[in-house]
């Protein structure tokens, strides 16, 4: 039995049925390691097909809007100044989503091959964090969302600026997508320690126990804003940076996610 199931899974077919194992001996032990090695594969292609069926629905919207409202300019349906510059503007917002998405699924990809090159540089983060804050307080103000940063001193870290400032960003866009009109959000910056940790907390629904994993994978992004690619690749670059990405969260109390980076960064990937 354990032959022909063999012969089946590395066929890909991942549904074969394993007969219930008994007793305590060997072959039993054999057979139940194997039940779970068939259904982590089979799980890991699932999630890959949703994966790439979520790649093209993301790749498909923009490219459909693109092409209907080039086609609206060619036909001349558009020939009102205004009704020209809506496609024109329409055109435009695709085009910075493809390409941020693009852009997304080559670090991505990089980040989990281990293939991605970062530059080490002398960072003074409390100037980076106030980098990464600034963008949002528009949004704050005009959402009437209570919006405060914390500085605790300034630390001086080994890292690279710029993918420090990505994952602070990524963490405040995913607070301000589900985050209420009303709501509030904190940025904080603190030393712990042999580690620095930037902090980002809201008031938003919140996270069940059992999903707090499942906010970390691609294309998770319930609340309809967004790929959900920016929490897997922070999670991935926090460990690049020798750090760690963890989230704390409640339902119906919010949620933290901190970023944990050491004080003195290790050799980054060549």
Not at 147 to 154: E, R
Not at 211 to 226: A, L
Not at 245 to 263: C, I, M, N, Q
């Amino acid at each position: 039995a354990l032959s022909r199931a063999a012969d089946e899974v590395a066929a890909r077919r991942y549904s074969t049925v394993l007969p219930e194992p008994t007793g305590s001996d060997e072959i039993a032990h054999l057979t139940e390691r194997f039940r779970e090695m068939t259904e982590r594969l089979a799980e890991a292609e699932a999630h890959e097909r949703n994966f790439l069926v979520r790649v093209s629905h993301e790749l498909r919207t923009p490219i459909t809007a693109i092409r209907g409202h080039v086609a609206a300019l060619r036909e001349g349906l558009a020939d009102d100044p205004k009704a020209a510059e809506a496609s024109l503007e329409v055109i435009r917002d695709a085009t910075d989503r493809l390409a941020r998405l693009v852009g997304d699924l080559v670090d991505l990809a990089r980040l989990e091959a281990h293939s991605f090159t970062l530059e080490e540089e002398e960072v003074e983060l409390r100037r980076l964090v106030e980098q990464g804050f600034q963008p949002f307080a528009e949004e704050a103000r005009r959402r009437e969302i209570q919006y405060d940063l914390a500085l605790d001193g300034n630390p001086v870290v080994n890292t690279d600026g710029d993918r420090v400032l990505q994952i602070v960003s990524n963490l405040l866009a995913n607070a301000f997508s589900w985050t209420p009109d009303g709501g509030s959000i904190s940025l904080s910056l603190s030393q712990e320690r042999d580690s620095v940790l930037v902090a980002v907390a809201d008031s938003g629904p919140g996270i069940a126990a059992g999903d707090r994993d499942r906010v970390f994978r691609p294309f998770v992004s319930e609340n309809g804003g967004g790929t959900g690619l920016g929490l897997a690749i922070s999670l991935e670059l926090a460990h690049a940076l020798g750090g760690d990405l963890t989230l704390d969260s409640e339902t119906g109390r919010g949620s933290r996610f901190e970023l944990r980076l050491p004080a003195r960064s290790p050799r980054y990937w060549a």
